[in-house]
């Protein structure tokens, strides 16, 4: 169960077009392919996907985020995890999110569709599980806060303050589950392109099941127009887990690095 939370938290967390909408730190077709390891040894594979779609008769953003483990871990503790969101073009609110999971013999997969406009004070979320849901208005699902954090707070000029929290409200697992991100400064990373500033980010985590203090997870996203993902690492129980950019394309803007 632990390596399954674990897994979860790495995916939702590289937890980010089209039409005549424009954005200024994203496009349809966007996608960036990331390796999962443990020190030396390779764990799995992830990627993020944008591309221009259509869903109950309206234009949206489809976001898909997928996981799966390799080599020996895919033997031990084979993965296939899925997650889908559909969001609006102008709001960049979410309209329906899917978690599709399969981690060893556990499976889980359910279908979020929301409302916001149905209530003046509150939205509505419509859970193929456990059915409807009324929470804060905005709410956002696991994928879509991320492109609503890159657009609307990291490319907006937004003047961010060593550590300032962002918290973002989100719904997952079926609960409301606030994303707050503490703002650390910047930090130059290693890729395989070369030497990128990035903006560093601490994930205010729960202590306790995984993590042994509040900022056991960091995220660095590229300190340019693009505000890419670009590392991810978690401080565990058992040790360092790290998630590195691998590959990309489609960018709306060039990646910002240095030899």
């Known amino acids: 169960m632990k390596r399954s939370i674990i897994i979860s938290i790495i995916l939702v967390s590289l937890a980010h077009m089209g039409h005549s909408q424009e954005y200024k730190s994203f496009r349809a077709g966007e996608k960036a392919s990331y390796y999962i390891h443990y020190g030396i040894l390779s ?3 992830a990627s993020l996907e944008l591309r221009e779609d259509t869903i ?6 489809y976001g898909v985020l997928t996981g799966k483990t390799t080599g020996i871990a895919d033997v031990i503790y084979k993965v296939r995890d899925y997650y889908h969101s559909y969001f609006d073009p102008t709001t960049l609110l979410p309209v329906k999110a899917i978690r599709d999971i399969s981690e060893s013999r556990y499976r889980k997969y359910n279908e979020l569709v929301f409302d916001h ?3 003046p004070d ?6 193929q599980l456990t059915g409807t849901h009324i929470t804060p208005n905005p709410i956002w699902d696991i994928i879509s806060c991320f492109y609503h954090l890159r657009e609307n707070y990291l490319a907006s000029g937004y003047q961010l303050k060593e550590g300032e929290v962002i918290t973002i409200m989100t719904w997952f697992t079926d609960e409301l589950y606030p994303i707050r991100l503490r703002f650390k400064g910047y930090e130059t990373v290693r890729t395989p392109f070369g030497k990128i500033e990035c903006l560093k980010f601490n994930p205010v985590t729960e202590v306790g099941r995984v993590f042994k203090t509040e900022e056991d997870m960091t995220i660095w996203f590229s300190n340019d127009k693009n ?10 129980f058992v040790g360092k887990v790290t998630v590195d950019i691998e590959k ?3 960018l709306a803007w060039p990646l910002n690095f240095s030899r």
């Open 248 to 250: 990309y394309e489609g």
């Open 43 to 45: 764990g799995g594979v």
């Open 117 to 119: 406009y149905a209530r």
């Open 56 to 61: 109950f008769g309206k234009d949206v953003i």
């Open 122 to 127: 509150s939205a509505l979320v419509h859970s």
């Open 227 to 236: 505000y890419l993902p670009i590392k991810i690492r978690f401080d565990i």
